[in-house]
């Protein structure tokens, strides 16, 4: 699957997402980390008047990091197409994350979860996972946060899923279908979710991105993000967010 993978013509990239990459440089023209949170409201507020579709934010941000914890609960309540991050699963070695409490409760939440195969590798995409009862929580349904951010996105186009049977979801021209407990290697696999092979483009440039210190020194084209998906993330190499896929022995990596 990997060499097949490889082996497929170049492919554009897609105009409709732009990057906000945080990274060392970030960190380094802050002078500390974690970001505060008076910086991210202050960045927040300038990607939220590029007017974008949807906002993506692929960081956690659960507790308050002084100074400006208020000023960002009020961008929080203000940005309504602004999607946080939880981490739903936990085990031994990954301990859940709560997403901030307000966009909880404004259900403005995706979860950041990933499934890995047994090397290590992303191959396949969960699209949503159930959380079962516990501690009094009700169980729930969440998606996944690229999930959520097509579902927004595609929201405005008239696009929403529709189910037609069998657990099969129909999304626009895209049939989707969950990985069965059968399928190929993925026989005794674990496929709870909703679970699909990954299509990973064969990219042949970046996505567009800007760093987060460009957002905040007002250095961003006007209207690079209009419209747009937008995603905030590290790829810091200190903070180690990043995963193999079938491209990485092409030094190509998946930044969660």
């Known amino acids: 699957l990997d060499h097949w993978f490889r082996a497929r013509p170049a492919e554009a990239v897609d105009s409709r997402i732009v990057i ?36 993506g934010m692929d960081v956690y941000r659960n507790l308050p990091i002084e100074p400006g914890h208020e000023a960002l609960q009020q961008v929080f309540q203000n940005t309504p197409n602004l999607i946080g991050v ?49 501690w009094g929580k009700e169980g729930r349904r969440i998606e996944t946060l690229g999930t959520r951010l097509a579902l927004e996105y595609l929201k405005a186009e008239g696009i929403k899923p529709q189910s037609i049977g069998n657990s099969i979801i129909q999304l ?15 026989v005794r696999a674990d496929v709870g979710g909703f679970q699909i092979l990954a299509n990973f483009r064969n990219l042949q440039q970046q996505f567009t991105s800007v ?30 967010d990043r995963f193999f896929t079938p491209y990485s022995s092409a030094a190509k990596l998946a930044s969660a």
């Open 172 to 186: 626009g021209k895209a049939r989707l279908e969950p990985l069965k407990p059968n399928a190929g290697g993925y």
């Open 20 to 55: 906000v990459t945080i990274d060392e440089s970030d960190f380094n023209a802050i002078g500390r980390y974690p970001i505060p949170d008076a910086t991210f409201a202050e960045v927040l507020s300038k990607i939220r008047q590029q007017k974008p579709r949807v906002i």
């Open 86 to 134: 939880e981490k739903t699963l936990s085990g031994a070695n990954m301990p859940s994350v709560d997403p901030p409490p307000i966009l909880r409760d404004r259900a403005q939440i995706a979860a950041s979860d990933l499934v890995l195969d047994p090397d290590g590798k992303v191959r396949r995409n969960l699209l949503s996972l159930r959380v079962s009862p516990i």
């Open 211 to 240: 760093s987060f210190s460009d957002v905040l020194q007002d250095r961003v084209t006007a209207q690079l993000m209009q419209d747009r998906i937008v995603l905030i993330g590290s790829v810091a190499e200190s903070l180690n």
